[in-house]
Structures are given as C-alpha cells and as structure tokens.
C-alpha cells in the first residue's frame, strides 16, 4: 500500500443548526485502533440522522466521531490489531458509529462487507445503515413471517426503498405511502404492490381492502404522530408496528383497548447506540440473506442524487426537502 497522509479534508458542524453550518476542514487522518479498519472513503451516505447530528438533535455516542456519516465506501489501507490483514486493499461498505464525511474514516472490521458483485461503490455507500436499519427492525424486531404483508410509511426515503425491494425480493407483499404520484409509481416500481400517496389518498382504507379487511402484518414507521392511531386501524390482529423515527411528532394518543384485544405490538429502537457485537450479527444475516438477493440484481439501491463532500450542506438542504426518491451520496475525490 502507498503511504498515508497525515491530513484529510472532511466536513465538521462547527455549531448546530441549518445546513449550512457545515463547513470543510482539515484534521489528522485517524488511526484504526483494535478491531478496526481504516477506509479510505470513496463515497458515503447521507441519512437523516446526520441531519438531525447537525441540528442539534442526535447526541454522538460515547467514542464516536463527531463527524457527521454512518456509512461508506472504499478502500481498506490500514488495519488495527486483531483486524484480519487479508482485508488490505478490498473494496468494502461499512457501517460506522461517525466520521463518514470525510477522506478517511475507520470502521469496525466486523461491519465491513464486501461490495456486492455488479455494483459501483456509489451504490455500496447506500447499503450499509438501510439495510442493517431494514433487517433489524422489519425482521429481527418484528420478525417479519414468510406470507406476511409488509406497509412502509415513507417509501420514497433511502430506508423505504431498501425496505420495500427488500421485503418484496423475500417474496412479501408489500404496501407503501409517498407524497406524489410520481414518487408512488416510482416505489411501485421497486416492488410494492400498491404506494399510496398520503397527501390525497387514505391508507387506512386502501391497505384494508387490498387485504380483505384484514391488514398488514408489520407496518415499518418513521412518520408516528398522528399517524399512530391510524396504523391501529390498519394493523391485523397480532401485529407489528415498529417505530424508527418520529418525523410526524413524539407524541400520539391511542386507544389502548384496541391495541390489548387484538394483542398490537408497538416497538421502537435506534441502531446507532447499539453494541458493535449487535451490529455484527447484523452483518453477518445481511451476508448471508440480502447480499446474493443483491448480487442477481433483485435489489439495487436507488440514488437520488451525486453531490462531492464540499457540497454536504446541499445534500443536507437536499434530505430535509424531502424532495427526492432514494438516497443522497456524497463522493471523495
């Protein structure tokens, strides 16, 4: 391997509050301590939680980066003790606890996977906190059943159009919501048997006749809010309603008798403060079940927008619009 720098360009929130606060800056390149790796990024994802890191809303973990960036792409050209040295050189995706906005980045070797064949590193970048965020919580927390349904509130996100190819490529039926009509053809086209668009249309109704009155088995939620009482109404008896963000308020009122007579499980979580063994079983389930639905291209993530490092505010103004369909990628020279 070539030397290393000393130096790197990244992108620090030298105060919180809009996009624009994010500035380029120079720092040290870290080092990859035991168990880890050293990346050299090529691309990494921009997902709501940086937004919310930015603003003020999300605190770091404890050891984390205080850079913004929970997933990337690139080369491995360092590795700590412990760390298996056959990775030098591999073109991997990882997840990581911070610090993806940046040239370099370090990451646990154990949430490091390999570039699925067939796609860009670009398209890796947006791989890793979806799909760990889509398989903890559609089917290891709500345990997800081979001929159950699946809804998707906010299918047109980075999580949502992972969790809706997902589901379907697992031979699910999958429900979605959007917010216009082009966004819902556009998640249709993904895998969902019906998008709805919330703006205009009731999802309530519709996914309740689509399944004879029945319901969804699982309902995947970043919206909650008001959206609560109505995923109630939408959810089969001995349902799953799994909360992963709040954009729709942190508060709701429910009518808890429904909820105890038809036996509703509501659950939430957060994936970023979890243990790093946690996030390796993770890995080692999307290896093994979603990474070959990748590789015969029965998935592929859908990127909304290319944006270099130095414009993350704009891929930050870009995400809080919540006008695009898929993922926004920031890419290193």
């Not at 412990?82 to 991997?92: E, H, K």
């Not at 001929?147 to 809706?164: K, M, N, P, R, W």
């Not at 979605?176 to 966004?183: F, P, R, S």
């Amino acid at each position: 391997m070539f030397p290393l720098p000393t130096q790197m360009q990244c992108i620090e929130i030298p105060e919180f509050g809009a996009p624009s606060v994010l500035k380029l800056a120079i720092r040290p390149v870290p080092e990859a301590q035991a168990g880890q790796v050293l990346i050299r990024v090529v691309a990494a994802g921009v997902n709501r939680p940086d937004c919310l890191q930015r603003a003020g809303h999300y605190a770091v973990p404890a050891g984390a980066s205080d850079l913004p960036g929970l997933e990337v792409s690139g080369t491995v050209v360092a590795v700590g003790a412990g760390a298996d040295p056959r990775v030098l050189g591999q073109s991997v995706c990882a997840l990581v606890q911070g610090g993806g906005y940046a040239e370099y980045c370090v990451a646990e070797a154990d949430l490091c996977l390999p570039v699925p064949t067939g796609l860009s590193l670009e398209e890796a970048a947006c791989l890793p906190e979806t799909c760990f965020t889509v398989w903890s919580n559609v089917f290891d927390r709500a345990d997800l059943k081979q001929g159950e349904t699946l809804l998707v509130q906010g299918g047109a996100s980075g999580i949502g159009t992972t969790a809706v190819q997902m589901a379907s490529a697992l031979g699910h039926r999958v429900f979605a919501t959007a917010g216009t009509d082009e966004k819902c053809r556009a998640v249709e086209a993904l895998g969902a048997e019906r998008c709805i668009n919330y703006k205009t249309e009731d999802f309530v109704a519709i996914v309740r006749e689509a399944t004879a009155g029945r319901g969804v088995d699982v309902i995947l939620d970043m919206v909650a809010g008001d959206y609560l009482q109505r995923e109630v109404k939408t959810i089969a008896d001995d349902g799953r309603i799994i909360l992963i963000a709040y954009l729709g308020g942190a508060r709701a009122q429910l009518d808890f008798g429904e909820v105890m007579r038809r036996r509703i499980t509501i659950s939430g979580s957060t994936l970023r403060p979890r243990p790093v063994a946690f996030k390796a079983a993770i890995a080692r389930a999307l290896l093994r079940t979603v990474w070959p639905l990748l590789g015969k291209g029965r998935m592929r993530p859908l990127i909304h927008a290319r944006l270099p490092l130095a414009h993350a505010a704009e891929a930050h103004a870009l995400m809080e619009s919540g006008a695009h369909t898929g993922k926004i990628v920031l890419t290193v020279a």
